[in-house]
């Protein structure tokens, strides 16, 4: 008989090399050191320029052309992304611009109508008109008008090899035209890929100059004697990467490079608990329902004067907050909430299904602490305590929902699914924890 183990399944191949999102930190690292030493640069090179590093919210948003230019070469020269069948391009068949005139004016007129729709949903929500949001305002208000020219001859290029030109903004402007059938189902595909872009995009250039300037400004070889100075630097560093290539992945949503979401989220479920994480539907921050630092103190004012200890729990939180980053690098330009872009297997995807939520969550706890609190009050330790859980359930929730979201829309998301259970490093613990859970509860039966 024989006593051979069956073959090991494989871990499906990821849709995004590591490379790409490695060429995107070592970009932005460049950008950031040279905005730092700036000063030094200048008078090195003995220009008439201001002596002061470039921390300004400019020079923050040109990170995002420092990030995305490598992984945009990258992705076409090392990985060839636009020759994959999943852009739905056919290169070797062009077609004569005749041929696609009318499909592209059509398109056009859904795209512009989209966007014109979102601009006027900008005017009408007032937050966005207050800080942080007005650098988000400015920039897209100044875009809007080369935008406007500069997708004509883009979209009638890409019609010309695109094997279905057809697409949601294609039915969208059918929808708005009136003369030939469209696909309701293409058209809300279109503007939820749309509102997604829409509501994340500003959300996210307005988080970027903010910690850009921190890091930039900031000396930093007096804070490399202090755990706490070196570990603010260093998670600031952290939030930084997040935020650029996370914003460079809203922006880059095109079919050349294999970016494009090819789905949003469909399940209101998943629409609620990721809008309640950000402004202004956020329930953790300021006075929302789920605020849980009433009265607390971070960790370093609870381990001052322990100095092995604040040296210890500052590296944890530096690691999580890499991890964090990592989840976030790994996506490359591909990037976003709510959407199906292809599937991540890479990177610390291969030890959890959701290495941001779990980082950001642990952070939090051990950044906070919430359970302990300066009052003395056990009222607010309770409550501190039972909103941070309330919130790392949400997440738990998104998770899930997202989940629900990939496995509907690609087999390969099901069979890394089922790799992850049985050899995720993670998930296949939290796995085994579940099954004992639920194995342990009592089965009810009916009376006789």
Same mark, same amino acid.
């Given at each position: 008989?024989?006593?051979?183990?069956?073959?090991?399944?494989?871990?499906?191949?990821?849709?995004?090399?590591? *490379?790409?999102?490695? =060429?995107?930190?070592?970009?932005?690292? #460049?950008?950031?050191?040279?905005?730092?030493?700036?000063?030094?640069?200048?008078?090195?090179?003995?220009?008439?320029?201001?002596?002061?590093?470039?921390?300004?919210?400019?020079?923050?948003?040109?990170?995002?052309? *420092?990030?995305?230019?490598?992984?945009?070469?990258?992705?076409?020269?090392?990985?060839?992304?636009?020759?994959?069948?999943?852009?739905?391009?056919?290169?070797?068949?062009?077609?004569?611009?005749?041929?696609?005139?009318?499909?592209?004016?059509?398109?056009?007129?859904?795209?512009?109508?989209? !966007?014109?729709?979102?601009?006027?949903?900008?005017?009408?929500?007032?937050? +966005?008109?207050?800080?942080?949001?007005?650098?988000?305002?400015?920039?897209?208000?100044?875009?809007?008008?080369?935008?406007?020219?500069?997708?004509?001859?883009?979209? &009638? =290029?890409?019609?010309?090899?695109?094997?279905?030109?057809?697409?949601?903004?294609?039915?969208?402007?059918?929808?708005?035209?009136?003369?030939?059938?469209?696909?309701?189902?293409?058209?809300?595909?279109?503007?939820?890929?749309? *509102? #997604?872009?829409?509501?994340?995009?500003?959300?996210?250039?307005?988080?970027?100059?903010?910690?850009?300037? &921190?890091? #930039?400004?900031?000396?930093?070889?007096?804070?490399?004697?202090?755990?706490?100075?070196?570990?603010?630097?260093?998670?600031?560093?952290?939030?930084?990467?997040?935020?650029? &290539?996370?914003?460079?992945?809203?922006?880059?949503?095109?079919?050349?490079?294999?970016?494009?979401?090819?789905?949003?989220?469909?399940?209101?479920?998943?629409?609620?608990?990721?809008?309640?994480?950000?402004?202004?539907?956020?329930?953790?921050?300021?006075?929302?329902?789920?605020?849980?630092?009433?009265?607390?103190?971070?960790?370093?004012?609870?381990? *001052?004067?322990?100095?092995?200890?604040?040296?210890? !729990?500052?590296?944890?939180?530096?690691?999580?907050?890499?991890?964090?980053? !990592?989840?976030?690098?790994?996506? @490359?330009?591909?990037?976003?909430?709510?959407?199906?872009? @292809?599937?991540?297997?890479?990177?610390? +995807?291969?030890?959890?299904?959701?290495?941001?939520?779990?980082?950001?969550?642990?952070?939090?706890?051990?950044?906070?602490?919430?359970?302990?609190?300066?009052?003395?009050?056990?009222?607010?330790?309770?409550?501190?305590?039972?909103?941070?859980?309330?919130?790392?359930? &949400?997440?738990?929730?998104?998770?899930?929902?997202?989940?629900?979201?990939?496995?509907?829309?690609?087999?390969?998301?099901?069979?890394?699914?089922? =790799?992850?259970?049985?050899?995720?490093?993670?998930?296949?613990?939290?796995?085994?924890?579940?099954?004992?859970?639920?194995?342990?509860?009592?089965?009810?039966?009916?009376?006789?």
């Amino acid at each position: 008989m024989s006593t051979s183990q069956p073959p090991v399944p494989q871990r499906p191949a990821s849709d995004v090399s590591a *490379a790409v999102g490695l =060429w995107g930190v070592a970009g932005l690292a #460049v950008w950031i050191c040279f905005c730092h030493f700036w000063p030094e640069i200048s008078a090195a090179l003995g220009l008439a320029a201001p002596q002061e590093r470039l921390s300004g919210p400019y020079a923050g948003l040109a990170g995002l052309v *420092a990030a995305a230019l490598p992984m945009v070469v990258v992705s076409l020269v090392k990985d060839k992304v636009h020759r994959r069948p999943s852009t739905g391009i056919d290169w070797s068949k062009p077609r004569p611009v005749a041929a696609i005139v009318d499909i592209s004016i059509t398109k056009l007129a859904g795209l512009w109508a989209t !966007w014109a729709a979102i601009g006027a949903l900008y005017c009408v929500a007032r937050w +966005y008109w207050d800080e942080p949001y007005l650098l988000s305002m400015q920039v897209l208000g100044t875009l809007a008008g080369p935008l406007f020219v500069a997708s004509i001859p883009y979209v &009638i =290029w890409l019609d010309r090899v695109l094997v279905e030109p057809r697409d949601g903004a294609w039915h969208f402007g059918a929808l708005l035209i009136g003369r030939e059938p469209f696909d309701p189902a293409q058209v809300w595909h279109h503007a939820r890929a749309w *509102a #997604v872009k829409g509501f994340f995009t500003a959300f996210m250039i307005s988080i970027v100059p903010g910690g850009f300037g &921190i890091l #930039v400004q900031n000396d930093w070889a007096p804070l490399l004697r202090d755990p706490v100075q070196l570990a603010g630097l260093l998670i600031t560093a952290m939030f930084v990467l997040d935020a650029q &290539i996370g914003t460079v992945g809203y922006i880059m949503t095109m079919k050349p490079l294999d970016a494009q979401i090819r789905s949003a989220n469909p399940f209101l479920a998943g629409w609620l608990a990721a809008l309640i994480c950000y402004p202004p539907f956020q329930l953790m921050q300021g006075n929302g329902p789920l605020y849980y630092q009433t009265n607390t103190q971070n960790w370093a004012y609870w381990f *001052a004067g322990h100095e092995l200890v604040l040296w210890a !729990w500052a590296g944890v939180l530096v690691m999580l907050a890499a991890i964090y980053a !990592w989840a976030t690098v790994a996506f @490359g330009l591909r990037f976003s909430n709510l959407t199906y872009r @292809g599937v991540l297997t890479g990177g610390p +995807y291969r030890f959890t299904k959701h290495p941001a939520y779990l980082a950001k969550n642990t952070f939090w706890w051990l950044e906070t602490l919430p359970f302990l609190v300066v009052s003395h009050s056990f009222t607010d330790m309770v409550r501190n305590t039972f909103f941070l859980a309330c919130v790392s359930a &949400i997440y738990f929730w998104r998770a899930k929902t997202e989940e629900a979201h990939l496995l509907a829309e690609d087999p390969k998301y099901r069979a890394y699914a089922d =790799w992850m259970a049985q050899h995720g490093l993670i998930t296949r613990q939290f796995r085994r924890l579940g099954q004992a859970l639920r194995g342990r509860r009592q089965v009810l039966h009916p009376a006789e």
